[in-house]
């Protein structure tokens, strides 16, 4: 099924200068990019998008970390997105995230983690709407479609 999955690609990303890597490894996996922006993320938002967490007694070292430098907004679409996006970023801890993906090449930590990646169809869903309005969502085609996908995939 064609999906489309939010990821966040977090303040230790940005300043460690590999927004750039991360994105190159989602492009050469073959999904789209249909959304893009760099945002600073609120209090707000961030108690309601880690609302699963926010009575945890890490949660207030979780919010000052989110909100201590601009973040990169993204919405990737592909078949089957949504769980290769989270394969692709490997477990939560990059300390024991397997070598070839991105937390565990990337990264040694729990929380500075390098990105967030919705987790169901449903959280994609909600996650989509709470960062991005339907003007800047972009359905467009590209030429290379065709190769990236064996024709029973192509429901798009
Ligand atoms: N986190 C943390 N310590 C924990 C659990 C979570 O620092 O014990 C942080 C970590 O950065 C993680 C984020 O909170 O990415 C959200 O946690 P979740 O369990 O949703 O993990 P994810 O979906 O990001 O893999
Ligand atoms: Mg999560």
């Known amino acids: 099924m064609m999906q489309r999955t939010l990821i966040i690609l977090k303040p230790d990303t940005v300043q460690r200068g590999l927004v750039g890597e991360v994105v190159s490894r989602f492009e050469r996996k073959g999904l789209k ?3 893009n922006k760099m945002t600073l993320l609120t209090g707000d938002i961030l108690k309601e ?3 699963h967490l926010v009575d945890k007694p890490f949660f207030p070292g979780i919010e000052s ?4 430098s601009p973040v990169i907004l993204q919405i990737w679409e592909g078949f089957g997105a949504i769980d290769v996006v ?16 991105i937390r565990g090449d990337l990264s040694s ?5 390098i990105i967030h990646a919705s987790d169901s169809p449903e959280n994609a869903e909600a996650e989509v709407k709470r960062f991005f ?3 800047e969502v972009f359905d467009y085609k590209k030429v290379i479609d065709q ?6 995939e192509k429901t798009h």
């Open 33 to 35: 990019l249909v959304a």
């Open 133 to 135: 309005s339907d003007e």
């Open 49 to 51: 998008h880690y609302a």
């Open 86 to 101: 989270r394969t692709m970023c490997g477990v939560t801890n990059s300390r024991e995230a397997s070598p070839g993906t």
């Open 147 to 152: 190769y990236s996908y064996s024709d029973d």
């Open 65 to 68: 970390f989110m909100k201590c």
């Open 109 to 113: 930590s729990y929380g500075s983690n």
